[in-house]
């Protein structure tokens, strides 16, 4: 099969599988209209942010202003972004960075899903961190709110100051932990569990590895658009597994980035604004 | 008799505790059952608990100590003391709450001055020092000039940790059922209550028999807390009515959730029939009021409604989520908008109580705080 041919076929089969899903929204849309394009001699957008990114990595932290955009309308509920997440920042049972709020409207036969991920919204304004007694978390030079595990006592004011629920506790629970445990076999919970603990996630910068009464157990986590990926001009784990191509990030003081273009459409919002937050994650509808 | 019950609910509150403990630190956080919705639980509302009874205890014992009122003459001490007790008490509460326990020294060296929880952690270390110095010299040389000075230091700062926990939680505009201006103005006036319930118990169970001022002390005591109560109830209604009537959706829902929701019970019949209406109708009829045993009993029914009623403001602002569509968003462990605290938090309090009470008796024995007339050093 050449290319343009696949290219047309795989087209058209995301578009019959997800057109049920999101077929209210896009009425009249020219969903296979793609197809009948070269697609694949057009840019993908993670190229361009890439590019973006890099120019951006050349000026001094404190000019930059590292902004997400997400297109709600292609936003398909696949929760690739959540998983990409908790698979680069290697997240526990109960912590979550990146959920995607799922919600069913309307009433049949009128009926659609409307999907919102919503990882930290990284606040201008942030109320979590003036309320931390240790300044364990606090807005860096990039605008980007973090968390200093080693100085984090787990008080846990912060995730109650923050009105979008981006913060989880990291209770100390493994995936692993209960599971059947056979000493003569490679799996079960002491064996298999050696994955889980082993210092092989990147956060912050950080080799950590799991042990109870150890950081970032006993630690407030959230979200921190992936600065150990920025770091190195890779885009956030979530932008580049969004299949949808919904998530988009860069620098919003590029005038020529795609975010800034984004986020200049008279159809951008940002969620509770009535709360003066002045949230770094745009919407658009 | 009454001392013997009180030592066996201690021996046996604090023997279930240490399991408790035990769990606590073997395990972490893991089996508690607040989690990242619900993110303060029972020991977050335990610790609102003591540490009002702690301020309050104070504050009631300046009667003595700093006021001299005569018909008081001798409590004095054993506010005191009881207020350290409770002191303590909130400290393991909220101690055990914390995820890293050890590094609290960071608040002394490294802490953010403009953080409320940092101005409380203060307010507490200046609070159990004033508590203690006046302890001794109350004790030692109740004569000594500097005791009313310190006395009256300490009133304003027990004044201040127990708005400071008001304003804690009233500052948090992301919860609007907290956010409410008076409640740096109403918990001073929660934790006099509790303070005025902690000294009727004392007094009504382990004052000396032979003291004249003991009737007229108890009845003084019921009155006050029939008062005090009347005016928390008012608080009360003041705060659900206007969320009622103002009609915002998560302060309602969370209202709705302590009246007809999943802590109905709690408030209607531990805060309010047990913990309200019953010590209101028997403390105002002076025959109960003056009865030791019925005094008693009324003060203990009255701290339990107190500890229902720090449990009722925490626990209902946290389970009305932030976005509707947070409920089914992710699933795992920790992660839901219930909440019934776990058997280990609840051996963790019964511990954390267990200890409050034997620390009462053992230093009301040693220090003879139920002898009106302190040895002069
Ligand atoms: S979304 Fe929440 S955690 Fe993130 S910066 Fe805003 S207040 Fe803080
Ligand atoms: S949980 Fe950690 S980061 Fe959050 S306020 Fe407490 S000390 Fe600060």
Redesign the pocket.
Same mark, same amino acid.
């Given at each position: 099969m050449s290319e343009p041919k696949e290219a047309a076929l795989l087209s058209k089969m995301a578009s019959e599988v997800f057109a049920g899903m999101i077929a209210p929204a896009l009425e009249n849309a020219p969903l296979i209209q793609a197809a009948e394009d070269d697609v694949l001699a057009k840019e993908d957008v993670l190229v361009r942010m890439e590019r973006e990114l890099k120019r951006a990595l050349e000026k001094s932290p404190a000019e930059r202003r590292w902004v997400m955009v997400i297109d709600l309308r292609r936003c398909i509920g696949c929760h690739a972004c959540t998983i990409g997440c908790v698979a680069e920042n290697k997240l526990p049972p109960g912590v979550v960075y990146r959920p995607v709020l799922t919600e069913e409207i309307g009433k049949y036969p009128h009926v659609a899903y409307r999907f919102l991920p919503k990882p $930290?919204?990284?606040?201008e304004n942030?109320? $979590? @961190?003036p309320v931390c007694p240790v300044n364990a978390t606090y807005t860096n030079e990039e605008g980007v709110?973090v968390v200093d595990y080693d100085q984090c006592i787990g008080c846990r004011a912060?995730i109650s100051?923050?009105?979008?629920a981006?913060?989880t506790f990291d209770f100390g629970v493994n995936y692993t932990d209960k599971t059947v445990d056979r000493l003569t076999m490679v799996l079960g919970s002491s064996e298999a569990g050696k994955y889980e603990t082993a210092g092989t996630a990147f956060e912050y910068g950080e080799r950590r590895e799991r042990q109870q009464h150890h950081s970032p157990i006993g630690n407030v986590r959230?979200c921190h658009f992936c600065l150990h990926r920025i770091k190195v001009g890779i885009l956030p784990a979530c932008t580049t597994t969004c299949i949808g191509r919904a998530t988009y990030f860069g620098d919003a003081n590029d005038p020529d980035a795609l975010v800034s273009e984004l986020i200049a459409k008279p159809n951008v919002m940002r969620l509770k604004e009535e709360l003066g @937050?002045e949230?770094r994650v745009y919407y658009l509808l | 008799m009454i001392k013997k019950l009180a030592y066996l609910v201690g021996g046996l509150t604090l023997l279930f505790g240490l399991w408790g403990f035990y769990d606590r630190f073997a395990y972490g956080h893991q089996n508690a059952n607040y989690g990242s919705y619900v993110v303060w639980g029972l020991w977050v509302a335990m610790y609102l608990f003591f540490a009002g009874v702690a301020a309050g205890g104070f504050m009631v014992s300046t009667l003595d100590l700093l006021f001299g009122v005569k018909i008081f003459k001798g409590t004095g001490r054993i506010a005191l003391w009881g207020s350290l007790v409770c002191l303590v008490a909130a400290l393991i509460s909220i101690g055990l709450d914390n995820g890293h326990l050890f590094r609290i020294w960071k608040v002394y060296l490294q802490g953010n001055p403009f953080s409320l929880l940092f101005q409380m952690v203060w307010g507490y270390t200046l609070f159990g020092a004033i508590s203690v110095v006046a302890l001794v010299l109350a004790s030692r040389q109740p004569n000594n000039p500097w005791l009313k000075p310190v006395m009256a230091v300490g009133l304003v700062v027990s004044f201040f940790i127990s708005g400071a926990v008001g304003a804690l939680l009233g500052v948090n505009a992301s919860r609007p059922f907290w956010h409410v201006g008076l409640f740096p103005v109403q918990f001073p006036v929660f934790s006099l209550a509790s303070g005025v319930a902690m000294l009727l118990t004392a007094l009504a169970f382990f004052g000396r028999e032979d003291d004249e001022n003991r009737p007229q002390q108890l009845w003084i005591l019921s009155l006050t807390s029939v008062i005090l109560l009347i005016v928390k109830l008012y608080f009360m209604w003041a705060d659900y009515s206007q969320s009622m009537y103002g009609n915002v959706p998560m302060n309602v829902q969370a209202v709705r959730q302590v009246l007809f929701g999943e802590y109905w019970w709690a408030f209607w019949i531990l805060q309010l029939l047990i913990g309200s209406l019953i010590p209101l109708v028997f403390l105002i009829q002076r025959k109960f009021a003056t009865h030791n045993h019925w005094a008693g009993w009324m003060g203990i029914l009255m701290l339990v409604g107190y500890a229902v009623a720090r449990g009722l403001i925490i626990f209902p602002a946290l389970t009305v989520p932030e976005l509707e569509a947070l409920v089914h968003a992710f699933s795992g462990p920790h992660l839901t908008f219930h909440y019934f605290p776990s058997l280990m938090e609840w051996a963790v309090t019964s511990g954390t109580i267990g200890i409050a009470i034997l620390g009462f008796l053992f230093g009301s024995e040693k220090l003879n705080l139920f002898s009106n007339t302190p040895k002069e050093a």
């Amino acid at each position: 099969m050449s290319e343009p041919k696949e290219a047309a076929l795989l087209s058209k089969m995301a578009s019959e599988v997800f057109a049920g899903m999101i077929a209210p929204a896009l009425e009249n849309a020219p969903l296979i209209q793609a197809a009948e394009d070269d697609v694949l001699a057009k840019e993908d957008v993670l190229v361009r942010m890439e590019r973006e990114l890099k120019r951006a990595l050349e000026k001094s932290p404190a000019e930059r202003r590292w902004v997400m955009v997400i297109d709600l309308r292609r936003c398909i509920g696949c929760h690739a972004c959540t998983i990409g997440c908790v698979a680069e920042n290697k997240l526990p049972p109960g912590v979550v960075y990146r959920p995607v709020l799922t919600e069913e409207i309307g009433k049949y036969p009128h009926v659609a899903y409307r999907f919102l991920p919503k990882p $930290c919204l990284q606040c201008e304004n942030a109320p $979590c @961190t003036p309320v931390c007694p240790v300044n364990a978390t606090y807005t860096n030079e990039e605008g980007v709110i973090v968390v200093d595990y080693d100085q984090c006592i787990g008080c846990r004011a912060c995730i109650s100051a923050c009105p979008y629920a981006s913060r989880t506790f990291d209770f100390g629970v493994n995936y692993t932990d209960k599971t059947v445990d056979r000493l003569t076999m490679v799996l079960g919970s002491s064996e298999a569990g050696k994955y889980e603990t082993a210092g092989t996630a990147f956060e912050y910068g950080e080799r950590r590895e799991r042990q109870q009464h150890h950081s970032p157990i006993g630690n407030v986590r959230k979200c921190h658009f992936c600065l150990h990926r920025i770091k190195v001009g890779i885009l956030p784990a979530c932008t580049t597994t969004c299949i949808g191509r919904a998530t988009y990030f860069g620098d919003a003081n590029d005038p020529d980035a795609l975010v800034s273009e984004l986020i200049a459409k008279p159809n951008v919002m940002r969620l509770k604004e009535e709360l003066g @937050t002045e949230p770094r994650v745009y919407y658009l509808l | 008799m009454i001392k013997k019950l009180a030592y066996l609910v201690g021996g046996l509150t604090l023997l279930f505790g240490l399991w408790g403990f035990y769990d606590r630190f073997a395990y972490g956080h893991q089996n508690a059952n607040y989690g990242s919705y619900v993110v303060w639980g029972l020991w977050v509302a335990m610790y609102l608990f003591f540490a009002g009874v702690a301020a309050g205890g104070f504050m009631v014992s300046t009667l003595d100590l700093l006021f001299g009122v005569k018909i008081f003459k001798g409590t004095g001490r054993i506010a005191l003391w009881g207020s350290l007790v409770c002191l303590v008490a909130a400290l393991i509460s909220i101690g055990l709450d914390n995820g890293h326990l050890f590094r609290i020294w960071k608040v002394y060296l490294q802490g953010n001055p403009f953080s409320l929880l940092f101005q409380m952690v203060w307010g507490y270390t200046l609070f159990g020092a004033i508590s203690v110095v006046a302890l001794v010299l109350a004790s030692r040389q109740p004569n000594n000039p500097w005791l009313k000075p310190v006395m009256a230091v300490g009133l304003v700062v027990s004044f201040f940790i127990s708005g400071a926990v008001g304003a804690l939680l009233g500052v948090n505009a992301s919860r609007p059922f907290w956010h409410v201006g008076l409640f740096p103005v109403q918990f001073p006036v929660f934790s006099l209550a509790s303070g005025v319930a902690m000294l009727l118990t004392a007094l009504a169970f382990f004052g000396r028999e032979d003291d004249e001022n003991r009737p007229q002390q108890l009845w003084i005591l019921s009155l006050t807390s029939v008062i005090l109560l009347i005016v928390k109830l008012y608080f009360m209604w003041a705060d659900y009515s206007q969320s009622m009537y103002g009609n915002v959706p998560m302060n309602v829902q969370a209202v709705r959730q302590v009246l007809f929701g999943e802590y109905w019970w709690a408030f209607w019949i531990l805060q309010l029939l047990i913990g309200s209406l019953i010590p209101l109708v028997f403390l105002i009829q002076r025959k109960f009021a003056t009865h030791n045993h019925w005094a008693g009993w009324m003060g203990i029914l009255m701290l339990v409604g107190y500890a229902v009623a720090r449990g009722l403001i925490i626990f209902p602002a946290l389970t009305v989520p932030e976005l509707e569509a947070l409920v089914h968003a992710f699933s795992g462990p920790h992660l839901t908008f219930h909440y019934f605290p776990s058997l280990m938090e609840w051996a963790v309090t019964s511990g954390t109580i267990g200890i409050a009470i034997l620390g009462f008796l053992f230093g009301s024995e040693k220090l003879n705080l139920f002898s009106n007339t302190p040895k002069e050093a």
